[in-house]
């Protein structure tokens, strides 16, 4: 079984610009989280989906992060325009179901702002 | 407030010695108890899971994990570790009846030949 797929793995941007990164969960997952884990810090959860529909955004600083999972299978976060506290990395995590409670992590996409 | 602590930041162990990592949380009821793994580059990996039940979860790689509620922990343990478990170990709690994790600040593990 393939795992959650993230791309690109790394990224290099300026203050002020925006930047996207893309989740592929592992198939037949209806949950799908995004994470940012800023170095020597956990992952802190930014936004849930269930299928299509947000279930929570509340950690998602929504005047410059936004994201969506049209279909309910892929989802892009977008960051717009990216601040210097914004360099992190970037988890995408997925969930076969509400009640399975292993969440498989991808790799993740390191984002560096300068 | 609801959180959870690893107090140790860095530990260093000689490879063939034992590990505990320490994990404590604070929530009203008995939250749902996770170990995850993360190697340099590496997304998280479940080493092991605490739902209910037996107290003493067994994981992969040799880890095992013992849930004490009376001291509101759950601690990692391995007899004998390994060069390649080097790496940063997070310790998560999901509320119970919620599928939200919280995760720890994580144990960065260094291990001596």
């Known amino acids: 079984e393939a795992g959650v797929a993230q791309s690109p793995r790394y990224k290099i941007i300026e203050k002020r610009q925006s930047v996207a990164f893309w989740c592929n969960p592992i198939?037949?997952?209806?949950?799908l989280y995004w994470y940012q884990q800023i170095l020597g810090q956990g992952p802190k959860l930014l936004i849930q989906?269930?299928?299509?529909?947000?279930?929570?955004d509340s950690q998602l600083p929504k005047d410059r992060f936004s994201a969506e999972r049209l279909k309910g299978v892929d989802s892009t976060l977008k960051i717009q325009p990216a601040k210097l506290e914004d360099s992190a990395v970037y988890l995408c995590?997925?969930?076969?179901?509400?009640?399975?409670?292993?969440?498989?992590f991808g790799p993740g996409t390191r984002l560096t702002v300068t | 407030a609801q959180s959870v602590t690893q107090p140790d930041i860095h530990i260093t162990v000689s490879e063939g010695a034992s590990l505990e990592l320490r994990c404590n949380y604070s929530?009203?009821?008995?939250?749902?108890l996770f170990w995850y793994v993360q190697s340099p580059g590496q997304g998280l990996q479940l080493l092991l899971k605490?739902?209910?039940?037996?107290?003493l979860v067994q994981g992969i790689k040799g880890f095992e994990a013992e849930f004490k509620r009376s001291q509101s922990s759950f601690n990692l343990r391995k007899p004998s570790v390994h060069w390649s478990d080097a790496a940063e170990y997070f310790c998560?709690?999901?509320?119970?009846?919620?599928?939200?994790?919280?995760f720890g600040t994580g144990t960065r593990l260094q291990v001596f030949p």
């Open positions: 989906f269930q299928n299509n529909g947000v279930v929570d």
């Open positions: 995590a997925s969930r076969i179901r509400q009640g399975g409670y292993e969440q498989y």
């Open positions: 198939s037949g997952h209806a949950t």
């Open positions: 998560a709690v999901a509320p119970y009846n919620t599928d939200k994790l919280i």
């Open positions: 929530y009203g009821a008995t939250p749902y």
């Open positions: 605490y739902f209910s039940g037996d107290t």
